[in-house]
């Protein structure tokens, strides 16, 4: 029997917490809400769910530290977090993928969408915590590694911490170095082909990607008004 899934819904509006808890429950999904950010915290560690939906507008805690401090601890890093708020600002978007976040919804949404994108997350969660059959281990001069099965990128040897869109993107461009991928098809594997999503999403999480590979930021690509490939000319 398939486990039941569940999530944790950070919202201090009520009315927005029980539709958002209404559509995950039509959809099986067995549903923990709070309005407070540290309380949060405390049942992503107690129930590590398949989903968190989070405001960034908390009463305690700002869902960005929130969102931080799941990112830092190794029980609660998995988790895929999607940002559910008012702010969306393209500022407010890159802040939140920055730090961590597989997503972005704006309120006012539509629920069909933003299941769309949940279910989404939660199936990333699965695959993340599944033993891969088809894994691949990609190595680049030996001084950088993708390791698909294990989850976890190296640079010279040393883990580099990224998100799991972070990584299954960089996966998706390096498992074909010199072949250019666009927003749309980077878009399509990595989230899904019905996910509507922002191009410009996706350019943030380029550029929170290069940043991590430090030294080796130039293997990714830019191909202007189409979109990325991992360089195989990159002297690694």
């Known amino acids: 029997m398939t486990a039941q899934r569940t999530a944790l819904v950070v919202e ?3 009315e927005i917490a029980d539709l958002v808890k209404f559509h995950l429950q039509r959809e099986g999904v067995e549903v923990t809400t709070t309005r407070s950010g540290r309380r949060a915290l405390e049942i992503a560690r107690e129930l590590s769910p398949d989903l968190l939906v989070l405001d960034l ?6 869902g960005l530290e929130v969102c931080r401090r799941l990112k830092e601890h190794d029980e609660t890093r998995e988790i895929p977090v999607v940002m559910l708020t008012a702010r969306g600002s393209e500022a407010d978007i890159v802040a939140g993928i ?8 704006t309120k006012p949404f539509s629920p069909r969408v ?8 939660m199936r990333k969660r699965v695959v993340s915590t599944v ?4 894994g691949v281990l990609l190595r680049f001069g030996g001084k950088l590694t993708i390791d698909k099965e294990r989850h976890v990128l190296t640079c010279n040897g040393k883990p580099v911490e990224l998100t799991i869109t972070e990584f299954d993107m960089l ?14 098809q980077i878009i399509s594997s990595v989230h ?21 590979l430090g030294e080796f930021s130039d293997a990714i690509e830019t191909v202007r008004g189409v979109g990325y490939r991992f360089s195989d000319g990159q002297p690694i």
């Open 57 to 62: 507008m908390l009463p305690d805690l700002d």
């Open 171 to 184: 996966y998706m461009l390096a498992k074909r170095p010199g072949f250019v991928r666009t927003r749309d």
């Open 98 to 105: 920055e730090m961590g976040a597989d997503d972005y919804v």
């Open 114 to 121: 933003l299941m769309a994108r949940l279910q989404n997350a």
């Open 192 to 212: 899904g082909p019905l996910t509507v999503l922002s191009q410009r999403t996706i350019d943030v999480h380029i550029t929170a990607i290069r940043r991590k």
């Open 131 to 134: 033993d891969h059959q088809d």
């Open 12 to 14: 201090d509006e009520p």
